[in-house]
């Protein structure tokens, strides 16, 4: 859509529709705040997020995206601020809308390279646009994690929807889910994002130590159910016959594990290694770069060096070298504590509880792989979980 309203890859549009989504959180309530989130999560959350937003305006080393990210801040605690007046009920309906949302943007993703004449199966499947330089890119992340979001919440829908207190068995709710299910699985495999392949296998665990019972499985077999994987399992021997399924999927699973293994090697051996990954290269420069630093200036680490001294593209060495030792231990332990509220939401009768600890395995992963420790997409993140993970429905009450 940026593409054809002639945005391109800019900020612009997404600034845009973040503004329109944070006015759409507007609601009635009269208290004014509004309802109480994770106090632990807010208290630790905030230590960090106010330290980078001190370091933003008296410690900067990167003036040039000074007016984004102030539009960022703004963003963010505006996002924080009006989510804290939505009612904790509205965990009823977003599996629904998790659903329903992961499904249309796999459908896009899908559409999008299908009708690119320059996609080839075996590239990473993106939707692509036309940058300001007037070459085609495109963010095959994006696209990777709204696959495992629809994976997880799929899943729950189709062993727990009907089993908890707060949802009903729906026939249609539960086709939808079977369908986007092996649609979202799609999706992460063409676009081959290591991140979340490693987070899907980490999920995958979770589910069946926490969540799933050999007796859901068996009692979740319906007459429907059974007809729409024989249909599907005639379509596959189709393509199979037609166009070497088998081999095809073989060949993606032999890529990424030459892929993972490869950047495996490079991280072990510090870039020493001759058949080394580029993008791992990346962060084994950056590495280097850390253990120079430290070397020349280790009493600068006790403050940091400043806000985006370096792009490190591993977020936990990023808060250290950045905002010092304060910054290191809050940013660890804020994630710490956020797995361990994680783990125990895999107990609750709450799906969306559920859903929003599981999906919280890709952002820990992330946080030692790629970004900075104070992206929008981090944070974003970061505040749903302030404000939901551990507020079970019953918890009405108001701050």
Known sequence: MKAYVGLGGGSLFTGIVYSFGILLLLSPIHP?????????LLQVGAV?????????????????SFAVDSIN???????FFFLLRVDNEVQKFLPNLILLTTFITSLALLYSIYTNPEFVLGARATVQYKSNSGEFTGNPHVYSRNGLAGFIISTLLIFLNGKVKES???????????INLLVSILVIILTQTRATILSLGIVLVLLLIYVLKWRDIYTNIKSYIIAYYGVLSLILFYFEAKF????????????????FFKAVNTGLSLGKSSDFDESA??????????????KNDPWGFVLG???KKRYIDIPVLESFINFGIIGLITFVTFNLLILNFSIRALRSQNIFQVFIGLFYIHTLIAIFVAGRPVDFSFWVSYIVIIRFLGIELKQNKLV
Request: charged share 10%; aromatic share 26%; net charge positive.
């Open 32 to 40: 004014k705040i509004g309802f109480k989130p994770n106090l632990l």
């Open 48 to 64: 960090f997020f106010c330290q980078a937003l001190l370091y933003f305006f008296i410690y900067n080393m990167e003036g040039r």
């Open 244 to 259: 070497n399924l088998w081999k095809l999927v073989s060949g993606y699973y032999n890529s990424f594990q030459n892929l």
């Open 281 to 294: 290269m990346g962060r084994v420069v950056n590495i280097n770069f850390f253990f120079s630093l430290w």
């Open 305 to 307: 060096h400043g806000y």
């Open 168 to 178: 009903r068995d729906n026939l249609f709710l539960r086709l939808l889910a079977h």
């Open 73 to 79: 801040f703004f963003l963010l605690i505006s996002f």
